[in-house]
């Protein structure tokens, strides 16, 4: 079992920076890939970015390739999002989500993750 605690959400002004930050316990990592999705009201949930924990570089959504960075902390056994240029239709609840590496699964599938958090909400003002 693997818990995830999403911190570091709130509102910041069109143009503006955030970084967001998911704590995972009960488990190594190891084996896992790591993705951020969104989901605003009334849309499904949408990745954002995805990162194996074990090594290499994130993959990004295309609305947020240059902008956004997804990157690990082992120390903290803690997946960062550092957000940059965000615009009003990116307000959402972030979820970080948790995905044991198995052939046929995908980074960006939201159903191809086993473990959840419980999301925080990010508010981009205009």
């Known amino acids: 079992q693997v818990q995830l605690v999403e911190s570091g959400g709130g509102v910041v002004q069109a143009g503006g920076s955030l970084r967001l930050s998911c704590a995972a316990s009960?488990?190594?990592?190891?084996?896992?890939?790591m993705g951020w999705f969104r989901q605003s009201p009334g849309k499904e949930r949408e990745f954002v970015a995805g990162l194996r924990w074990n090594g290499g570089s994130g993959s990004y959504a295309d609305p947020v390739q240059d902008r956004f960075t997804i990157s690990r902390d082992r120390s903290a056994n803690a997946v960062i999002l550092q957000m940059n240029r965000l615009q009003p239709e990116e307000t959402a609840v972030y979820y970080c989500?948790?995905?044991?590496?198995?052939?046929?699964?995908?980074?960006?599938?939201?159903?191809?993750?086993?473990?959840w958090g419980q999301g925080t909400q990010v508010t981009v003002s205009s």
């Open positions: 009960g488990s190594t990592l190891s084996g896992y890939v």
């Open positions: 989500a948790a995905l044991r590496v198995r052939p046929g699964r995908h980074v960006s599938s939201p159903s191809d993750y086993d473990y």
